[in-house]
């Protein structure tokens, strides 16, 4: 009970601090463009204090769930001089997105403080696995990678998250660098079919070793798909034990789109389940170790980097039809990965990953979101005629009726997943 209070507490923190940046990004704007703003509201509900400053009303409420911006004449039509309705295209448009902003600058300022709070693994290589396709490239221990395919690396993350799809050569060219020479070589096979059932894996008691027990259950994958649970203890697949969660991932790897038995133990009961792990391309060059150092700010920029393109990504996959919407999760689902956080380090994390996706789905050009109001002010714009205030009431409905539709959706797959 104590732990589930404790994760509630630390998503209602996430949340409200997210929001209340983002709506803190449309008032400053508006008062930089001289635009009336009649509340800045922390939190919802009941007022606890409140306090008039220079023609806008600071108010703090019982809710902690967010806030909000009430920017005179963004909603109807108002006749004062600094009404949002009465300035011009490109002041409102600033107004707008300078919440996806604040989002966006939110996620990486903790990015960077994260990244500076452990040390970084670099690219230069410290130990070869015995079958590295690098190594039969003629790359060597000692040396260090530069770029893949032309892009350029700095951490092993960069290397580790490289994105590949369906389209993605097996060969790839690497430069690097020895004894400050620059080299290039094209490495074989380097992508690979593997097998993946989508989930995470807990660490033991001391946080020393990564466990057979499953944290996570990835929406959409193949766990989820053939009834794995998050706490379920993986000892066997198809016989072989699996006492390690690399155990686990390696016999996974190997059974790509065939039926396989994995032997589970849930709260007491060994179980056995029939799953077929989905074909992912995996890009693997058969890298042991690497040198770790102190982080230095072009280190911290690269794996800040890293991350927002990787979320922003999962946007374009969704767009590209290849996330579904099963595959997505919702306040449900992000209240499972909130109560693994298990230090500030892992919370500040999480809040800017959650930062910078509310950034992200604020600035799609769906109605009622920031985005969607973008189209309206630069349509208006155009037609130089304003969109009837009965018109935009009814497109905001109905835009806001489809994204509760989503969230309904997108929750009970997140209960159906957990329970």
Not at 165 to 187: A, K, L, P
Not at 268 to 293: A, H, Q, R, Y
Not at 295 to 306: E, W, Y
Not at 389 to 410: D, P, Q, R, W
């Amino acid at each position: 009970m104590l732990s589930f209070i404790i994760t509630i507490i630390k998503l209602l923190v996430i949340l409200g601090v997210v929001a209340t940046i983002h709506e803190f990004g449309h008032f400053l704007a508006s008062k930089l463009c001289k635009i009336g703003v009649n509340e800045f509201s922390i939190g919802f509900g009941p007022k606890i204090l409140q306090k008039e400053f220079k023609g806008t009303v600071y108010t703090l409420r019982c809710l902690p769930l967010g806030g909000y911006c009430a920017i005179e004449g963004e909603e109807g039509t108002s006749d004062r001089e600094d009404s949002f309705s009465n300035k011009n295209v490109f002041q409102k448009i600033f107004v707008l997105v300078m919440g996806v902003v604040f989002n966006a600058i939110l996620a990486i300022v903790i990015f960077l403080a994260v990244s500076f709070s452990y040390q970084t693994a670099t690219t230069k290589i410290t130990e070869l696995s015995p079958n590295s396709v690098l190594a039969e490239s003629g790359v060597q221990v000692g040396d260090t990678i530069i770029s893949i395919d032309g892009e350029k690396v700095k951490t092993v993350s960069e290397i580790l998250n490289k994105k590949v799809d369906e389209n993605s050569s097996s060969d790839v060219e690497i430069e690097y660098e020895r004894n400050g020479e620059i080299y290039s070589t094209v490495v074989k096979n380097a992508i690979k079919d593997i097998g993946y059932i989508g989930i995470t894996f807990a660490y033991n008691d001391d946080k020393t070793d990564v466990t057979n027990v499953i944290e996570l259950v990835a929406a959409g994958g193949a766990a989820n798909e053939y009834g794995l649970k998050a706490g379920d203890k993986i000892t066997h697949i198809n016989g072989i034990e699996t006492s390690t969660s690399t155990a686990v991932k390696n016999v996974t790897a190997e059974n790509a789109g065939k039926e396989t038995i994995y032997t589970i133990e849930r709260k007491g009961e060994v179980m056995n389940k029939t799953v077929v792990p989905k074909v992912k391309k995996e890009f693997n060059l058969g890298i042991d170790s690497v040198e770790v150092v102190n982080t230095t700010l072009d280190l911290a920029l690269a794996d800040t980097k890293l991350n927002i393109k990787t979320i922003v990504g999962s946007y374009v996959d969704l767009f590209r039809g290849k996330v579904k919407v099963n595959d997505m999760s919702g306040i449900v689902g992000i209240g499972e990965v909130v109560s693994t956080t298990s230090s500030l380090v892992e919370f500040f994390n999480l809040m800017a990953i959650i930062s910078l996706a509310v950034g992200v789905a604020n600035i799609l050009p769906f109605p009622p979101l920031d985005g969607g109001k973008v189209v309206i002010v630069i349509g208006e714009a155009i037609t130089r005629k304003k969109l009837p205030a009965k018109a935009e009431a009814i497109i905001s409905y109905i835009g806001f009726g489809l994204l509760i539709l989503l969230t309904l959706i997108v929750t009970y797959n997140d209960i159906i997943r957990i329970i």
